[in-house]
């Protein structure tokens, strides 16, 4: 083929054997490049990015039949989790102290630090460190009891239990409601 | 000495050993790539600053959606199959072999089992258009207990995993927590995403 075209071209000015010219084996591989990496891309991305992280919790037996263990209530913070992400809490057992918090890095982790370097300096041992009891109430949701649980992680507390809100729980964030809430209503 | 002439090389590059490299990452990775099947709702799980990462095998899902409706899911295609069987001689139901199947190569269910062969005599497409109620997990009737029982069973190495909403109100959450309780398996996984903001 390459004959022919020389010899229909006769435009050479040498006019005897027209080398065929030698094509080069190259490719521009560059398109083909692209596309592996963009297919790469898109796999390297969508394999790592949907890996969902885990917590893992530990809930006490049904039947257990140990025996309850006594707190010093001076160690002890109660944390009610209510309605559009707030936090009630209190230290120790007695409600009156009622105050609202909430999830950020300055509401009820600060909070929680605060309590338990309280509560190191008053004990002084690692035994008897901080006890929190977390009650999440029925207007609360699974968003809430996450953070509170990965709020304990990020504060390094070891010593808490989920427990279910009692009705007196209850009357007490109703009581505290109302109060606040009197001076706000228009 | 002479000039040295400077070595003219050529401007094209080689490119063969790159894109021998890259194809057999993309080939690798495609042949890695799980798709997963559809799942029957969608679901937000809230952020966690946690770093574990769920194990791949060997794990029941509870998907617990906004409306409070409990979905399982268990991995392993076999696993699925024994879990079926399982249920139906529990429940007196048979399923024939097809069923099984159907099931096996499912996603997540949310079916209760007096529901589950008409639900499983659908096709795929039909399947999906229909508004799973969620697995029965009240007090009164509780056949969550026996899901989450006879696929411990069928697999002992099983994890349990809960997916709940960011919005799934505690109350809904509580019954699982209790049932699991009831079914001691008192160690368990909450699935999060990874929080990016802070």
Known sequence: MGEIAAGGGGGHKKGGKVRSKKMSTRIDMTPMVDLAFLLLTFFVLTTTMNKPKTMEIRIPEKDDNSEPIDIN????????????????????????????????????????????????ALFGNKEQSMFVFIKPLDESNYKNVVDILDEMKVVDITKYAL?????????????????MGAPNTP | MGKVKPHRSSPTIDMTPMVDLAFLLVTFFMLTAK?????????????????????????????????????????????????????????????????????????????PMGNMKQFLALDLKAQKAVKQPGIPKDTAQNELVDWIKQARLSNTRLRVAIKGDENTKFPEVNKVLKTLQETNVTVFNLLTSPENDK
């Open chain 1, 73 to 120: 209530e001076r160690r002890v913070v109660t944390l009610l989790l209510g309605d559009n992400d707030k936090i009630y809490w209190y230290p120790g057992i007695n409600p009156a102290t009622l105050q609202e918090a909430n999830y950020s890095k300055s509401g009820i982790r600060k909070i929680l630090q605060e309590n338990e370097t309280k509560i190191n």
């Open chain 2, 35 to 111: 798709f997963r099947p559809e799942e029957p709702v969608q679901v937000t799980t809230p952020k966690s600053n946690s770093q574990i990462i769920i194990p791949e095998n060997d794990v029941l899902t509870l998907t617990l959606s906004k409306e409070g409706a409990v979905y399982i899911d268990v991995s392993g295609k076999s696993a699925r199959k024994q879990l079926i069987t399982n249920m139906g001689e529990k429940y007196g139901i048979s399923f024939t072999e097809e069923e099984k199947e159907k099931f096996a190569g499912g996603s997540s269910i949310a079916i």
């Open chain 1, 163 to 179: 427990m279910e809100a009692t009705g007196q729980d209850k009357s007490i964030i109703q009581q505290y409601a109302s109060s």
